[in-house]
């Protein structure tokens, strides 16, 4: 069973940067959606990028233009960039893998801004 490990939360300022990481524990052949959620305080948790094994990508509205992801297939790694971080921003971010039927869970990375 592949596991999920996320890195690079903490703590940012408004504007700033954050680069998250999610290695997987072997390399992954072949995948049906690579991405990330997010879940707030007392929020459900929701979408924030995912990429399927085609190469196409799709952002939740509120980090359109601000997020980015990307897959380094060579180190078993997703990555989230985030710019222009917001306070609204802040979550545990979970990265997910679907194989097949199968989907797999990080177990978060905090990522927190000043309200």
């Known amino acids: 069973q592949v596991q999920l490990v996320e890195s690079g939360g903490g703590l940012a300022q408004p504007g700033g940067s954050l680069r998250l990481s999610c290695a997987a524990s072997r390399i992954i052949l072949s995948f049906n959606v690579m991405g990330w959620h997010r879940q707030a305080p007392g929020k459900e948790r929701e979408m924030v990028a995912s990429r399927n094994s085609g190469g196409s990508i799709n952002y939740a509205d509120s980090v359109k233009g601000r997020f980015t992801i990307s897959i380094d297939s060579a180190k078993n790694t997703v990555y989230l960039q985030l710019n222009s971080l917001k306070p609204e921003d802040t979550a545990v971010y979970y990265c997910?893998?679907?194989?097949?039927?199968?989907?797999?869970w990080g177990p978060g990375t905090q990522v927190t801004l000043p309200p």
């Open positions: 997910y893998l679907r194989l097949g039927a199968t989907l797999i």
